[in-house]
């Protein structure tokens, strides 16, 4: 079944090859950006979609950016919050963690989320299959704490928190919600020696997204599959 999907932060990296591989696949796709005009790799792959995939701009920070994104959009079956920013890899004493990359941080990671999933789950209804997937890290898994990007890890699991949360609030609307560990992949965040490709990554989770329902909403997991620990 075709699906009409958002996605946000599409514009490179997991959320680029997920908008690649879900037009492909003949699903419908809004593909969100913050800088349309500057979205090369997005735009030529649209041009070339045979109309599949719908470039729009939006700054997930920003909820008047969010609001009047979701007045151009219609009906969805799938909205992938995707987005994300990692400020600083180092512990306490890194000195890329500042006041301001912080604050962009927890806007983007935690607020994008909120006003995405606030904007967007309105036009989830009359959906035969309303779900919204948050791509979160096994990062902000309390169970998996490590030493390294504190503040990214806190950001992505009050990410995953959301998404526990919002599972709650919109089950009496049917809406399903689950948050995901996309792997550790080759993008401009995982670094080239990261573990698998972006291909690898966006081809498990789009499977995991048609997976999500009623019955696992609320589910934490990796794109294979497999459950977190919180
Ligand atoms: N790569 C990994 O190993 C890995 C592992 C676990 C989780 N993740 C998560 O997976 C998601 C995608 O990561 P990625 O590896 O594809 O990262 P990426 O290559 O750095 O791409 C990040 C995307 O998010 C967009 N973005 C950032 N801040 C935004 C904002 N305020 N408003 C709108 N868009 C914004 C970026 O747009 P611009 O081009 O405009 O900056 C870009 O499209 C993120 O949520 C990340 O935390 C990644």
């Known amino acids: 079944m075709a699906d009409r999907i958002l996605i946000t932060g599409a514009n ?3 959320g680029l090859e997920m908008t690649r591989q879900a037009a492909a696949a003949g699903h419908q796709v809004t593909a969100a950006c913050r ?7 997005l735009n030529a792959l649209a041009a070339d979609s045979g109309g599949r995939i719908t470039v729009i701009g939006m700054e997930v920070r920003d ?11 219609g ?8 987005a994300g920013t990692l400020n600083a890899r180092g512990g306490l ?3 890329g963690h500042t006041p301001e990359n912080i604050a962009e941080s927890l806007m983007t990671n935690i607020a994008g989320v909120f006003f995405t999933a606030r904007h967007f789950a309105g036009h989830l209804k009359g959906s035969a299959a309303p779900r919204i997937a948050v791509i ?5 898994s309390s169970e998996r704490a490590g030493t390294t990007a504190p503040i990214y890890r806190a950001t992505k699991a009050a990410a995953t928190n959301l998404a ?12 399903a919600v689950g948050a995901y560990h996309p792997g550790w992949v080759q993008t ?3 670094g080239a020696e990261a573990a698998i490709t972006v291909e690898e990554s966006a081809e498990g989770l789009l499977q995991r997204f048609a997976a999500l329902g009623p019955a696992t909403s609320g589910v934490f997991e990796t794109y294979q599959g497999e459950a977190m620990p919180f």
Request: aromatic content about 0%; some cysteine.
């Open 12 to 14: 490179r990296g997991i």
């Open 35 to 41: 800088k349309p005009d500057k979205a090369d790799e």
């Open 63 to 73: 909820e008047d950016s969010v609001r009047a994104a979701a007045a151009h959009v």
């Open 75 to 82: 009906g969805l079956d799938l909205v992938v919050c995707n």
């Open 93 to 95: 004493t890194d000195p």
């Open 136 to 140: 979160s890290s096994q990062m902000g």
């Open 164 to 175: 526990r949360s919002m599972a709650l609030e919109l089950a009496d609307d049917g809406i």
């Open 188 to 190: 401009d965040m995982g």
